[in-house]
């Protein structure tokens, strides 16, 4: 089982930056497909950062891809999102999440059924 406190979020300006964090407690040992997705009201949660904690590689939908920065720190068990040159269109919910198979072994790793474990949400709100 894994649990998560999500932290960061918040309002800036179109053009800004923000860093979400969310930190993983519980069986932190083994290796995780961790993802980031967001999800504005009446549309579905979509995925747009992935990196699985077993060697590093990192995974991206193409809007976000120039923008977003996923890491994961393993001696703290927690994951981060740096998120550049945000846009109103970026506004929305953002969670963390992690399954154990790896990323690279999903048919589509931002897919959020694919996911079991699930941080609170904390929301982004970009203005123009």
């Known amino acids: 089982q894994l649990h998560f406190v999500q932290s960061g979020g918040g309002s800036v300006q179109s053009g800004g930056s923000l860093t979400l964090s969310c930190v993983a407690s519980?069986?932190?040992?083994?290796?995780?497909?961790m993802g980031w997705f967001r999800q504005i009201p009446g549309k579905e949660r979509v995925g747009v950062a992935a990196?699985?904690?077993?060697?590093?590689?990192?995974y991206y939908t193409d809007d976000v891809k120039a923008r977003f920065t996923i890491s994961h720190d393993n001696a703290n068990h927690t994951l981060h999102l740096r998120m550049n040159s945000l846009s109103p269109e970026d506004t929305a919910m953002y969670y963390c999440?992690?399954?154990?198979?790896?990323?690279?072994?999903?048919?589509?790793?931002?897919?959020?059924?694919?996911?079991?474990?699930w941080g609170q949400g904390t929301q982004v709100t970009v203005s123009s």
């Open positions: 999440a992690a399954d154990s198979t790896p990323c690279g072994r999903k048919r589509f790793w931002n897919a959020d059924y694919v996911y079991n474990y």
């Open positions: 519980g069986y932190t040992i083994g290796r995780y497909c």
């Open positions: 990196i699985y904690t077993g060697d590093g590689r990192t």
